[in-house]
C-alpha cells in the first residue's frame, strides 16, 4: 500500500477474492508555483521490473524509478513528445546496473548480452523494435528511432521502412543511423557476470543429474527393476523420475533470478497535448539461448500506447514486464489495452489479469504465470465531480498489477516536485504466479492552455 | 470464382460494396473408395502468397499448391499430427523457386536470404518462429522442432524452452538440433539473382535522384526561387517537391515485385481429431533491410490456430499473407480466428478484412493495404441438415480473402484423389490495396470411428 507525501486518501477497495489485494489510491496534486498556467503538463508512470525486489536493494530501484520519472518529466516540461519523454525514462532505466535492462542486463548462455526494445506512439500508433540486439547500449534508442524513420514516409525506390530488425542488422542499422556502439565488455557488469558464473555453475550440475538419470533409466530399462541416484546438493538417495528432461531433481539447480534483474523495465507517459507513449526494455532470461528474443520486442506483448478515438473513449497506455513466454502468449499489453476502453478501469485490469493472464487458455499447462503491467489511461473530462474546477483538465487513471513476489514502480506529474516511488509486494500467504496484486492512482492535471 | 471438378454448387453472395467480390463455394466431396469407415480424414487450405500472380506462370502456382496440399494429405492419412502434415505442406512451398519462401526467397539488401516462418498448434496452443534465419533450407522446419521441443516442458535448470529464435541464435540452434545448414548459395535461384540486380539498379536511380532533389531544394532555399530537375525514366522536366525523401519522382523506380514473389506461403489444416494446425514462411520484401522481422514470424500476425474450448465454439486456423507491417499493425492472424467464432464465417471474414484490414486506424496513413489470409474452421456438428447423416461429421468451412491483385490457392481433403486450386482476382475494376476479394467452401468429412 502506498503512503507517501502527496497522497491525499487511500481507498482500499474490497478484495473479491483471497488470492487478491486491490488498493486504489487517490492522488491529488498539491498546488505549487509550478501549477501556473502556461506550465506544460504531463504524467509517467515508470517500472522496474516485476519479480522479486530484496528490501536490501529496495532504495536502489527506488531511486531509478525517480530518475527515469525525472528525466522524463524534464523532457515533457520542454515540450518533447511523449515518445521522446518516454525513451528518456527508459534510457536511464537502462543505464542502471540494477535492472535487467541495457547496462547490466542477463547474460545468455554464452555470456553475451542481446537486449529486445519496443516503443509505440498512441498519437501516430507507430511502433519500432529491436530484437536480439548486441552493442548498442541504449537498445530503446533504437527502437524509438526507428518508429521515428518509419514516420517519414517510404525508403527509396517504394521501399517500406521497417519497423522491427533483429541481431546484428538491427546493430548495422542503429550504427549506420548515428546510433553509437558500446564498446564490448562495457555492458556487463560486475553484479551480472557473477550471477552468470553461478547460474553456469548450476546449469553444468543440473545436466549431469540430468545425465545420469538418462542412465539410470536405460539400467532399469535393461534390468527391469528401480534404482537410486544420490541428490547432488544435499547428499541423499532419491528415486528417479522418468521425466523426459530429468525431473525433480533439476529443480533443486533452477537458476537463480537475483532482485531486480528477473526482466524487464518500461515506462507509459501522456503529454500536454493528451497524447500516450508507451516503451519496454530487456535484457531477456537468464542463460536464454542466443537469439531468444522476448515480448519487450514484440507488437502487442511488451507495449501498447494508442489515443483516444472513434472506438476508444479514452487514451491508453500499457508496459509489461516477466515471463517473455508468458506475456507473449496473452499478447498483454494489447489486451489490457482493450480492457481498459470499460468504465471502471482497476476492476478491468485486475479482470483481465485473473482471466486472460493467470486464468488464459494459452498458459493453462503453466505451473505458474509470472508477470506485471503498468497501466495508464486518459481523458479530457470531469469523471469526478467534486473534485471538477472551471478549467478543463486531463484526467489520468493509473494502475499497476502483477502476479509476481514484487514490482516495483515510480510516478510523478509535471506539476510535481518529485516523483513518487513504491515496491508493491503480494500480500502474505499469496503465492506467486497465482495471484494478483493492483494498486494504482488517480492524477488530475490542469491544461496549460486552460 | 472457382468452377472446378468437385464443387456441386456455387452460391454467389450479394455484394455489400462496389468494392467487394464475394462468392461462396459450396464443396460435395463426392463418395469414393477412400470415403470408407476407418479411412483417416483431415483437410488442407494452402496459399502461395497474396500479391500479384501472372497468367503466364498460373500453372506453375497451381502446381505447387497441389503438391503441397497432397504432402499434407500424405501425412494425415498415416495418421500424423496436424502440426506435422501443415510442416509438409510447407516444406513443398518453401522448396517452390516460384515461391518467395525457403529456396528462392527475395534477397535482402545485401544480396542475401533471411527467411522468417512460424507453426502453430490449435491443441496446445504452442507456438515456434524463427525470424531473419539463413542458411536453412526450410525455415519453418525449425519452427516446428521449436515448437516440439516448447512441449516437452522445462530445459534443464528450470530454464523456460524459447518459442522465438532470430538470426545467428536461430541457426546454431537449429544445427545443434539435427537440422542439416544448407550450403551457401543453394537457396539463391536464377530468377531471385536476376530480379536482386534489376531491383539494385533500380534503386541506385532512385537514390541518385534523390541525391539531385536534395541539392535542388538547397539551391532553391538559397536562390529562393524554384527549379526543375530532369526525369531520369523520361526525360522530361519535372518539378522538385518537398518531400523529405524525395518525393513523387522516386516512385518511378519502385522495385518491382515478381509474380508470385510478393510475400509468403502458408497453410492451414484440421486432422483427423479435429486438431488444427497454421504455419507461415516468407523471405519477406525484396531489399529489405539485413534483420528485419516481418509478420511470418510474430505471433498473432503471422498464422493462428486455436482448437474449440469453453470459450470458442469453433476450431479456427489462420495464415496470412502481404506485406508484414501492415499484416504485423492489425495483428491480423488472430484478429481473423477471434471474428470467426460468430455464426456467419463468411460475413465475419468479410468484415474483418473491411474494418479491422483496409479501414484499420493503425493503417490510416498508408496508401494501399496490401494482405490476404487463408482461414478455415471446423466443429462437430450439423450446420445444414438437409446434408446430414447418421454418421457424426466433421463440418469444415474455408475461405480466402485478399486486398492484393491475387492469391493462389489449393485445397484437398483425405477423400480426395487430388487437391483443387485457384488463382482468386480482384474483380475487374477494384483497386488493389482498397478492395477485398473473398471466397471459399464448406466441407463434411467423415469421423474415420463412425
Not at 528518456?88 to 553475451?112: R, V, W
Not at 543511423?177 to 560486475?190: F, K, L, Q, V, Y
Not at 476492476?347 to 487458455?361: D, Y
Not at 506539476?415 to 495471484?435: M, W
Request: charged share 20%; aromatic share 4%; net charge neutral.
Amino acid at each position: 500500500m502506498i503512503m507517501e507525501k502527496g497522497i491525499s486518501s487511500v481507498e482500499v477497495l474490497p478484495s473479491k477474492s483471497s488470492q487478491v489485494t486491490a488498493v486504489k489510491v487517490v492522488v491529488k496534486e498539491p498546488e505549487t508555483k509550478q501549477t501556473q498556467r502556461g506550465k506544460r503538463v504531463g504524467f509517467v508512470l515508470v517500472h522496474a521490473g516485476a519479480g522479486y525486489h530484496s528490501e536490501s536493494k529496495a532504495k536502489e530501484y527506488k531511486h531509478v524509478c525517480k530518475r527515469a520519472c525525472q528525466k522524463a518529466i524534464e523532457k515533457l516540461q520542454a515540450g518533447a513528445l511523449a515518445t521522446d519523454a518516454v525513451t528518456a525514462a527508459l534510457i536511464e532505466l537502462e543505464d542502471s546496473p540494477f535492472t535487467n535492462a541495457g547496462m547490466g542486463s542477463n547474460l545468455n548462455l554464452l555470456g553475451e548480452i542481446e537486449c529486445d526494445a519496443s516503443i509505440m506512439d498512441g498519437k501516430s500508433l507507430n511502433f519500432g523494435a529491436v530484437g536480439a540486439l548486441s552493442g548498442i547500449k541504449n537498445p530503446v534508442s533504437v527502437a524509438n528511432r526507428l518508429l521515428c524513420e518509419g514516420q517519414k514516409g517510404k525508403l527509396s525506390a517504394g521501399r517500406i521502412p521497417p519497423c522491427f530488425l533483429v541481431g546484428e542488422g538491427a546493430f548495422r542499422w542503429a550504427v549506420d543511423h548515428g546510433i553509437p556502439a558500446c564498446p564490448p565488455g562495457i555492458m556487463a557488469t560486475r553484479f551480472s557476470l557473477a550471477a552468470f558464473k553461478r547460474n553456469k555453475r548450476k546449469l553444468e550440475l543440473a545436466e549431469k543429474v540430468e545425465t545420469d538419470l538418462i542412465q539410470l533409466k536405460k539400467r532399469r530399462q535393461s534390468n527391469e527393476k528401480g534404482s537410486r541416484v544420490m541428490c547432488r546438493t544435499c547428499g541423499r538417495p532419491s528415486k528417479a523420475n522418468d521425466g523426459s528432461r530429468g525431473g525433480d531433481q533439476i529443480e533443486l539447480y533452477s537458476l537463480e533470478n537475483d532482485s531486480g534483474t528477473l526482466d524487464t523495465v518500461g515506462a507509459v507517459v501522456v503529454d500536454q497535448e493528451g497524447n500516450v507513449a508507451a516503451a519496454v526494455s530487456s535484457g531477456g532470461l537468464a542463460l536464454k539461448h542466443p537469439g531468444r528474443v522476448g515480448q519487450a520486442a514484440l507488437y502487442g506483448c511488451g507495449c501498447w500506447a494508442e489515443n483516444t478515438g472513434a472506438r476508444t473513449p479514452y487514451s491508453t497506455a500499457v508496459s509489461t514486464s516477466g515471463c517473455g513466454e508468458h506475456l507473449v502468449r496473452t499478447i498483454l499489453a494489447r489486451e489490457c489495452s482493450c480492457a481498459l476502453q470499460t468504465e471502471d478501469a482497476h476492476q478491468a485490469l485486475l479482470e483481465t489479469m485473473q482471466n486472460k493472464f493467470i486464468g488464459s487458455p494459452f498458459l493453462a499447462n503453466e505451473d505458474g504465470v509470472l508477470g506485471g503491467v503498468i497501466v495508464l489511461r486518459s481523458c479530457r473530462c470531469s469523471a469526478e465531480p467534486e473534485l471538477s474546477q472551471e478549467k478543463p483538465t486531463l484526467l489520468v487513471e493509473f494502475l499497476w498489477s502483477h502476479t509476481t513476489e514484487s514490482m516495483c514502480v515510480g510516478y510523478m506529474s509535471a506539476q510535481d516536485g518529485k516523483a513518487k516511488t513504491h515496491i508493491s509486494r503480494l500480500p502474505p500467504g499469496a503465492v506467486a504466479g497465482q495471484s494478483v496484486a493492483i494498486e494504482g492512482g488517480v492524477c488530475r492535471l490542469e491544461s496549460p492552455e486552460s
